[in-house]
């Protein structure tokens, strides 16, 4: 099988590329990546040489690009995205661009070569939960709040309408928040690792108890490499992890297991319509085909603390450059 795997320098679609070189030793990966702030090689560098494994540098949104790498493949796997929701309040039109435009561009080449498609996308298109609303599920209306959010949710839409009106074969996942490996350091989880290991406090927005359902990365890559080879074609999946937290419970975790107190919490102005929880209800993926996590909230986060701890060159390296302004806009104003 040869897979297209758009996005694939980022941190869930290189997790994805180890799944799927790792398991299955006669599939071929194009990694197509426009390696903006977020794509990094160093996460793939080990496959650099394997006859297996091709890097292309291009953007999604480039049908001359596309066309091609497309007509070669059998799958299209696409991840490529801009990720964050602080970023997207920033500059909402690159959101636009990569997570709307980019999405049609790669279906309309999947539609001419009549290519599977799998699209990976996010919980957060269904909106906002309260503390006794039930979690969402794949028939959760769709009710996004953010503009990554509404990016993705008309990404998705654009998909599900190739398949309805031109009969391409698609599925779509909805994932909760993923941390692992690679996980850029401006997402709660690894930006909080890391300022903790550089002597730096940890930014808690607002009254920190806001709730997200945390997946360990290797789990959703495991969910994906199902849908594609068992997943019923125009369906959609809801992949989550049964870990329902307090961002603050999360933060104070994190400080447990580095060995801090809590005196490195600083609490700052809230995101901008920040949603306050969010839920998933995994029964469809489970029931269908056999899926459900299995590493637990805790094994993952002594997991992730340990890879930061060995891989500080990774995540110095990446903290500089565009990082750097990036945070001062985020943090220094307040
Ligand atoms: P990421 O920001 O770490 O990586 C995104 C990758 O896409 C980067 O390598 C970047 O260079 C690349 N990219 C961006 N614009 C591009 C373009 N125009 N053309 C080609 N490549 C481009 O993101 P991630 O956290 O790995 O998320 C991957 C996908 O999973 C996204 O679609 C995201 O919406 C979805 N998702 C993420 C989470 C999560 O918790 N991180 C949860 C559910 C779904
Ligand atoms: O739910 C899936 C989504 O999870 C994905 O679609 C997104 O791509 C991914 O970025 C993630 O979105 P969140 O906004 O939930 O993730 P983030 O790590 O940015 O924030 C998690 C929670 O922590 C959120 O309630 C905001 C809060 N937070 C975040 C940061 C960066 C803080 O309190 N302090 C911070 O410094």
Same mark, same amino acid.
């Given at each position: 099988?040869?897979?297209? *795997?758009?996005?694939?320098? @980022?941190? $869930? ?17 194009? +990694? ?19 006859? !297996? ?7 999604? %949104? ?26 997207? $309040?920033?500059?909402?039109? %690159?959101? /636009? !661009?990569?997570?709307?435009? @980019?999405? &049609? ?35 959760? #209306? ?26 391409? #074969? ?9 941390? @692992?490996? =690679? ?5 709660? $989880?690894?930006?909080? /690792? ?13 009254? @920190?108890?806001? *709730?997200?359902?945390?997946?360990? *990365? ?26 329902? !937290?307090?961002?603050?419970? /999360? *933060? ?12 490195? $919490?600083?609490?700052? &102005? ?21 899926? &459900? ?23 110095? +390296? ?5 990082? &750097?302004? =990036? =945070? ?5 104003? !307040?």
């Amino acid at each position: 099988m040869k897979l297209l *795997v758009t996005g694939g320098a @980022g941190f $869930i679609g290189a997790n994805f590329i180890h799944h799927i070189l790792r398991k299955y030793p006669d599939y071929r990966v194009v +990694n197509l990546d426009a390696l903006t702030y977020a794509g990094n090689l160093e996460n793939l560098k080990m496959w650099e040489n394997d006859a !297996r494994y091709r890097f292309v540098k291009g953007d999604i %949104a480039d049908p001359g690009v596309i066309e091609p790498l497309v007509a070669a493949c059998d799958i299209v796997v696409h991840f490529a995205a801009e990720s964050h929701v602080d970023r997207s $309040i920033l500059d909402p039109g %690159a959101f /636009i !661009r990569t997570n709307v435009q @980019g999405t &049609q561009v790669l279906l309309e080449a999947a539609k001419q070569h009549n290519k599977r498609f799998h699209h990976v996308s996010t919980d957060e298109v269904f909106g906002a939960l309260g503390p006794d609303d039930a979690p969402f599920d794949e028939r959760t #209306p769709y009710d996004p709040r953010s503009p990554y959010s509404a990016s993705k949710a008309a990404s998705d839409h654009l998909v599900r309408a190739y398949f309805h009106t031109y009969g391409l #074969p698609i599925t779509i996942s909805n994932c909760s928040n993923n941390y @692992g490996p =690679y996980h850029f350091p401006e997402k709660l $989880i690894p930006l909080a /690792i890391t300022n903790l290991l550089a002597g730096k406090n940890v930014p808690v927005y607002g009254d @920190g108890r806001q *709730v997200r359902d945390w997946l360990y *990365v290797a789990d959703h890559c495991q969910a994906i490499d199902l849908i594609i080879h068992q997943g019923t074609i125009g369906e959609t999946y809801c992949v989550g992890g049964n870990s329902e !937290r307090e961002n603050i419970w /999360i *933060v104070k975790q994190l400080l447990t297991l580095l060995g801090k107190d809590e005196s490195a $919490i600083e609490y700052v &102005q809230d995101r901008a319509g920040h949603d306050r929880r969010y839920a998933i209800d995994f029964s469809k993926i489970k029931d269908e085909l056999g899926w &459900q996590p299995e590493v637990t909230l805790e094994e993952g986060l002594q997991k992730t603390v340990d890879w930061f701890k060995e891989n500080e060159p990774w995540w110095k +390296n990446v903290k500089s450059g565009d990082y &750097q302004e =990036y =945070y001062a806009r985020q943090y220094d104003k !307040r």
